[in-house]
Structures are given as C-alpha cells and as structure tokens.
C-alpha cells in the first residue's frame, strides 16, 4: 500500500509492560526521512522510553540522528570524553579510572538549570551477562500517590545539587567545564527545581526529584525534607512504575528525561562501554507556574 505524503508514519511497537517503554520494530535509524522522525519524536513522548534493536550506529550518526530530533548539546556539562572526537558523546566506558557509575536512581543532568530533554544511548561493549539498564516512569507515579500527598508535592521545589557528584572532577580539570546553554560551566552551583513537573508537550505531571541529584526539599525542615524525599523515592522506584532492558550488540535507546528516571545496573565485571547524546531541554515548569516553559 502507498503513503501519502502527508499521512503520518505508524510505527510497529512492541510494548514493554502496560504503561511505558515499547521496542520499535523495524526501522533503520540512519535513514529516517521526516515522518519517521515525527513518529519517533512522538512515540519519545507517548512511551517515555523507546529502543531499536539492531542498528549499526557509529559516534558520527549518532550524533545525526540527534540533530534529526533536536537540539543536540555537549556531551555532559563537565565531563570530558577524550577517547571520543565528537565532543557532543559522553563516552560511559567502566575501565575508565574516572568511570562514574549510574547505579544510583537519576534524571540525566538535573543540576543546571535546564536539564536534557532526552538523552540517546548506544551500546558499544557489552559483558556477557548483566549490565541492564532500568529506567521509572515519574508521571505514572505521581499519578498513583493519593490526592492529599500529590497536592502536598504539587507545590514543593527541590534542589538539585550537581557539585556533590561532580564537583570535585570539576575542580581537577581546574574549573573548566563543557559550555552548556551557551555559557562555559565553571562552576556547579545549585538550582532549584519544582518538585512536580508538567510536561512541556503533554501537560502531564510527574515527579521531578531524584536521589542522583536533589539534595533537598526547600522551606521545610532538613527532617522533613528527607522523609519528603524518602517516600518519594520508594514510591517512584515500585516495581510496576519500572522496566528494565537487556542491552544487545547494536541497541540504542532513547528516553524522555522530563518523566522518568534511570539506573544502571553495577552487576558485571566485564568492560561496558556505552555512549550517550542527549537533546537540550527546557526549564522544568511546575504546577502553580503559569506559561510555557522559556525555551
Ligand atoms: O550505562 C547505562 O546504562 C546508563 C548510564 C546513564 O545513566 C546514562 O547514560 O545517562
Ligand atoms: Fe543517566
């Protein structure tokens, strides 16, 4: 059967549990024409986290399939990735002696201001066995607390503190940084974020705090802050608020990182090399604030 131009691209999913994250069949991520592109950009938002099995990626096209659908920025703010000559890929390689390990629960880059809108994965080396990738869907929880807690957090802002992880790395390169939005990072000061984020695209809310980066809740005590938090966190991370994939050679998997959150799991010995891009984003907006985000 012939497409019309015009009509939109179905893509073939195949589902990952009954909320979110689905596997897209069937296409080849260098040769997107504009539909696909659309489709793929609208099943980001629709399944949170979406992969393609199969695809023969190297830094250079993964960097274009990034400028296909969106912005791409550098590759992190502060890390610097020398094996790689695309400055725009943060080369995730665990023989790194400097290798950071994702095994705690984060949304990619919360600690500046605005943080990726997405970020594209690709698996380069995988061990034998292990090495999964888990990620949370955050509207989903925050749809599933009760209506008294969900409007306790509706109107909370955190702080999201980017020094504790990388402040010190940052300091050895002697403060100079990658430039993120347009200006050099020299420095990892804190910065507040609402604690439930209304989706730029979807209106939807989710949580937005996240226990690689919140450091705390602002206006209550350092007691509540943390039980705030705690609870937020256990919530978040139930078994059926997440999925988890088995990488294979050639996979790449791209996430919405407005709405979820992600963990990589510490379980190998082998060497794992994955490489990242990830989209710039907007400025999380929460409930009370009126107005589409400032791009
Ligand atoms: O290595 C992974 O599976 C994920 C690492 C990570 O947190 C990321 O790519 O943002
Ligand atoms: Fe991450």
């Known amino acids: ?48 986290v979406i992969f393609f099995r199969g695809q023969d990626l190297d830094d250079a096209a993964q960097v274009d399939l990034g400028h296909r659908l969106g912005d791409v920025t ?18 995730i390689d665990s023989a790194d002696p400097e290798f950071s390990f994702s095994d705690v629960w984060h949304t990619d880059v919360t600690f500046m201001e605005r943080p990726p809108l997405g ?27 009760s209506a008294p807690v969900r409007d306790l957090v509706d109107g909370l802002t955190a702080v999201h503190d980017g020094d504790r992880e990388w402040g010190a790395y940052l300091r050895r390169r002697g403060g100079q940084g ?18 439930v984020r209304v989706h730029p695209e979807t209106g939807r809310k989710g949580l937005f705090v996240n226990p690689g980066f919140t450091s705390h809740v602002v206006g ?18 139930k078994p059926e608020h997440t999925v988890r994939h088995r990488w ?7 996430w919405d990182n407005r709405c979820t959150l992600h963990y990589a799991n510490r379980d190998y010995t082998e060497t794992r090399v994955m490489r990242r891009i ?14 589409r985000p400032a791009s």
């Not at 589902?15 to 504009?34: M, N, Y």
């Not at 550098?74 to 080369?91: C, F, K, L, Q, W």
């Not at 294979?248 to 791209?254: F, K, R, S, T």
């Open 119 to 145: 970020s594209i994965l690709r698996a380069v080396r995988l061990p034998s066995y292990g090495g999964d990738t888990s990620w949370v869907d955050s509207q989903l929880a925050y749809e599933s607390l």
């Open 220 to 237: 209550v005590s350092d007691a509540e802050s943390r039980a705030i938090l705690d609870l937020l966190y256990a919530h978040l991370t």
């Open 1 to 48: 059967m012939t497409q019309s131009p015009s009509r939109p691209t179905t893509l073939t999913l195949d589902r990952l549990g009954p909320s979110f994250g689905a596997e897209v069949i069937g296409l080849d991520l260098r040769t997107l024409d504009d539909q696909q592109v659309a489709a793929v950009r609208a099943a980001l938002v629709e399944h949170k």
């Open 74 to 91: 550098a590759g992190h703010p502060v890390a610097t990735s020398t094996e790689v000559e695309h400055p725009e890929i943060y080369n």
């Open 278 to 291: 990830t989209l710039q984003g907007d400025r999380p907006v929460g409930p009370g604030e009126k107005g």
């Open 178 to 195: 990658n430039v993120w939005d347009g200006r050099q990072v020299t420095g990892l000061s804190p910065v507040e974020h609402p604690v």
């Open 248 to 254: 294979q050679a050639g996979d790449v998997g791209i």
